[in-house]
């Protein structure tokens, strides 16, 4: 049982949306069930729950490679019928083959990296290894690294900045899940710490009215396009289709990607807005030449000094 909890643990170790961790877990005598906590959703920014699927996607990867690298082999099963309410199935076999130990190590290492970073260029090689991780089907990686690319990108990032941050329910929202102070980060356990995003520690209140009346769409685009140009690339995410079972394949996909940056030393941090944005997308499409695919998930990597890891809450607290 102490095995099959940590491998709980290791799901639980998953990026999501503002650090919201919207997942659910259960035991059966064969394997776990993954549900999703709507309870954490972020109904302003993510209207259909696609991010809160995609996250769901990612606890489902390290779990699965958790397993392999245990021993098991897992079989894996999205919303089964027979099941009372809807949920990711893992079984669990027992296996003579173990899985990737590089990706295994680099679960616990993960972890988004919002500073600025050094424009270092990434090597050839390592590109190599980034393009040949193995996405699920429907769902595709494209690196980019065009200066042309990259300005259109700062452009469209801009535009959601300008579109989300001069909407209050947006803030209202961002601002509830940002942990301020040590002890606020300590009593929840969730959300995005101000140590993480490269920022001291401060009392709730001081950084609540600092975000409301000084963090403005024109900044934060200053600050973006700064991250952006010290990048050493851009990625972004596709899937042919745009349902509940292709969210979770961009969230497993993307880790696999994740976790490979993490074991060639190589940061990454989201920049979603042109894929939350329903207008700016189609233009992301547009510009991208994706016809009727879908941009998900749009990161920049490259090379930094870490910061802080974000807070997970226990393996107790998940459990039901």
């Not at 600092?210 to 769409?217: K, L, Y």
């Not at 990625?235 to 994740?258: L, M, P, Q, T």
Request: proline share 6%; net charge neutral.
């Amino acid at each position: 049982m102490q095995q099959i909890i940590e491998l709980i643990r290791y799901a639980t170790m998953a990026p999501s949306g503002h650090n919201t961790q919207p997942w659910k877990f259960s035991l059966k005598e064969d394997g776990i069930r993954i549900f999703p906590d709507f309870t954490r959703s972020l109904p302003v920014v993510d209207q259909d729950n696609r991010e809160l699927y995609i996250s769901l996607g990612c606890a489902l990867e390290n779990l699965v490679i958790a397993a392999k690298y245990t021993g098991y082999d897992p079989e894996v099963e999205y919303f089964p019928a027979g099941e009372p309410e809807e949920c990711l199935l893992v079984t669990l076999k027992h296996s003579n083959v173990t899985g990737d130990n590089n990706l295994f190590q680099a679960i616990p290492k993960r972890h988004t990296n919002r500073r600025e970073y050094n424009k270092q260029q990434i090597p050839a090689a390592d590109f190599s290894k980034i393009g040949s991780v193995p996405t699920k089907d429907g769902v595709t990686c494209l690196v980019l690294t065009e200066p042309d690319d990259i300005g259109q990108i700062i452009d469209l990032v801009r535009e959601g900045n300008r579109i989300q941050m001069n909407d209050n329910a947006f803030m209202d929202e961002i601002i509830s899940w940002i942990r301020f102070s040590d002890s606020e980060a300590e009593k929840h356990l969730d959300g995005l710490t101000s140590r993480a995003m490269g920022s001291p520690s401060v009392p709730g209140w001081l950084g609540r009215m600092f975000m409301r009346f000084f963090v403005s769409a024109k900044s934060q685009s200053k600050t973006d396009g700064k991250n952006i140009r010290s990048s050493s690339a851009l990625i972004v995410i596709i899937s042919e289709k745009n349902d509940k079972r292709s969210w979770v394949d961009v969230g497993r996909s993307f880790e696999r990607i994740a976790l490979t940056l993490t074991t060639l030393n190589i940061e990454s941090a989201h920049l979603n807005q042109p894929c939350e944005v329903p207008q700016i997308k189609n233009q992301l499409q547009q510009h991208l030449a994706l016809g009727s695919a879908h941009p998900q998930l749009l990161l920049r990597i490259g090379y930094a000094e870490s910061l802080p890891r974000s807070p997970r809450r226990s393996v107790q607290q998940v459990l039901i």
